[in-house]
């Protein structure tokens, strides 16, 4: 399995750009679909954005379609997620997940490997 570190997080105004990274330990890294996800306060953890092993295979959650970007670094072990035109609706703690898989595929539930999450905040 991988442990996973996200950083990248911080204080910004409606409008910026921020990238978040998750940077995963561990030898495996390549065979786990990674996913970021997301939960405000008062608020239920929401999908975000997944990515296969390779890189091939992307999905968003439709609120952050064509604003929000996922990628991977399979090299340095390193996913992104990076952030355009935020709202302050983005506001809260985001969250890496991973999954080991045998195949190139994605999915947006079932991961079992979780970082300890960043906090985003957008001022209007």
């Known amino acids: 399995q991988v442990q996973l570190v996200e950083s990248g997080g911080g204080l910004v105004q409606a409008g910026d750009s921020l990238r978040l990274s998750c940077a995963a330990s561990?030898?495996?890294?390549?065979?786990?679909?990674m996913a970021w996800f997301r939960q405000a306060p008062g608020k239920e953890r929401e999908f975000v954005a997944t990515?296969?092993?390779?890189?091939?295979?992307?999905a968003y959650a439709d609120s952050m379609k064509g604003r929000f970007t996922i990628s991977r670094d399979n090299a340095e072990n390193t996913v992104y997620l990076q952030m355009n035109s935020l709202k302050p609706e983005d506001t809260a703690v985001y969250y890496c997940?991973?999954?080991?898989?045998?195949?190139?595929?994605?999915?947006?539930?079932?991961?079992?490997?979780w970082g300890q999450g960043t906090q985003v905040t957008v001022s209007s």
């Open positions: 997940a991973a999954r080991y898989t045998y195949f190139d595929d994605i999915r947006r539930s079932g991961f079992e490997t």
């Open positions: 561990g030898r495996t890294f390549s065979r786990h679909n």
């Open positions: 990515i296969s092993q390779s890189g091939e295979y992307t």
